[in-house]
């Protein structure tokens, strides 16, 4: 079993910049996949973003070069360093783990969620 929390949401203008955070309980977080989605009010889950414990890294299309993703796996955390933010880019991120090594650009791919984080960009 492994809990996630997001942390690192809020307000921000759009040009601006956030960090959001995602700590997971549990001893082999080195070995999950992690992702993060997003979703705005009245859309699907979209995604964001993954990491494979071996390092590599998938984005999509609409945040490549404006979003990061990085892990610690000494700390449990995973990061997701956004900017240039715009204003749609605000929805409720959530941070995911997988077993799976596949489809991991899907929701349905993941075991375990956080309780998600909300980001608002104003123009």
């Known amino acids: 079993q492994v809990q996630l929390v997001e942390s690192g949401g809020g307000l921000v203008q759009a040009g601006g910049s956030l960090r959001l955070s995602c700590a997971a309980s549990?001893?082999?977080?080195?070995?999950?996949?992690m992702g993060w989605f997003r979703q705005a009010p009245g859309k699907e889950r979209e995604f964001v973003v993954f990491?494979?414990?071996?390092?590599?890294?998938y984005y999509a299309d609409s945040m490549k070069g404006r979003f990061t993703i990085s892990r610690d796996n000494a700390k449990n955390t995973v990061y997701l360093q956004m900017n240039s933010l715009k204003p749609e880019d605000t929805a409720v991120y959530y941070c995911a783990a997988s077993t799976r090594y596949y489809s991991l650009n899907y929701a349905s791919a993941y075991d375990y969620w956080g309780q998600g984080t909300q980001v608002t960009v104003s123009s």
């Open positions: 990491s494979v414990s071996g390092g590599n890294t």
């Open positions: 549990g001893r082999t977080f080195s070995t999950y996949a």
